[in-house]
């Protein structure tokens, strides 16, 4: 099975890089293939609303002069899909907002690309803000027919400088249960996965 965490913090080493590499280390113990694919400081512009996606339904989209079709290729791959995000002004980053607005609308023109997956969603944060940034990506998970595992707590860390969160030990064994909880789900619903209902749009149809 695969997992992909994507980072959408720009600073390397931060506090969401720390605690995606926690969400996967009982998924890498337990044989997942895992990668953490880096967003955040790199180029992936918004949705144009162009609605091409819809009239091409080829599983992209039309604006390939960035890293969203690349990452996008990995997410429909993965079984499971975990995006962290740091807390800017009590949101996601620039980079995990357009991947939430082209992703999830790509997916939903293409049959519902992530109906069935599993999502996790990882906020780190100084203070507060973070349970806005926890709803904005489970939003995406929400609307594309995706499965959200629980955990001990919202996955969320506290800390402000590299390598703070390490220091917030409920954050951190939240996120370490978080990777527990998604291998249980995974291999619950894996033999299942063919008979997901998939069928339907937005607008009730199917």
């Known amino acids: 099975m695969k997992v992909i965490a994507i980072n959408g913090s720009p600073r390397k080493g931060g506090n969401t890089e720390t605690m995606l590499k926690k969400v996967l280390e009982p998924l890498e113990a337990a044989g997942w293939e895992t990668e953490l694919y880096q967003l955040g400081g790199k180029k992936i512009r918004g949705c144009m609303a162009c609605m091409k996606c ?3 339904k080829d599983n992209k989209c039309v604006v390939d002069n960035d890293k969203f079709n690349e990452v996008y290729e990995k997410m429909v791959e993965a079984d499971a899909i975990v995006i962290g995000s ?6 996601v980053t620039a980079e995990i ?3 939430i607005d082209r992703s999830g609308f790509v997916a939903l023109a293409n049959d519902r690309q992530f109906a069935g997956k599993i999502g996790g969603a990882v906020v780190a ?3 507060g803000g973070a349970t806005h940034v926890f709803d904005t990506i489970n939003h995406l998970f929400q609307i594309n027919g995706m499965i959200i595992p629980g ?3 919202w996955n969320m ?3 402000l400088n590299k390598g703070e969160v390490a220091e917030d030990a409920e954050g951190m064994a939240n996120m370490l249960n978080l990777g527990q909880s998604i291998d249980w789900l995974g291999k619950a619903i894996k033999p299942h996965m063919d008979s997901f209902p998939k069928v339907g749009d937005q607008y ?3």
């Open 97 to 99: 907002k357009a991947l």
């Open 204 to 206: 009730g149809e199917g």
């Open 54 to 56: 819809w009239e091409n």
């Open 86 to 91: 740091p807390t800017y002004f009590t949101d």
């Open 157 to 159: 860390g506290y800390g």
């Open 151 to 153: 955990a001990t707590y």
């Open 125 to 127: 944060v100084r203070r």
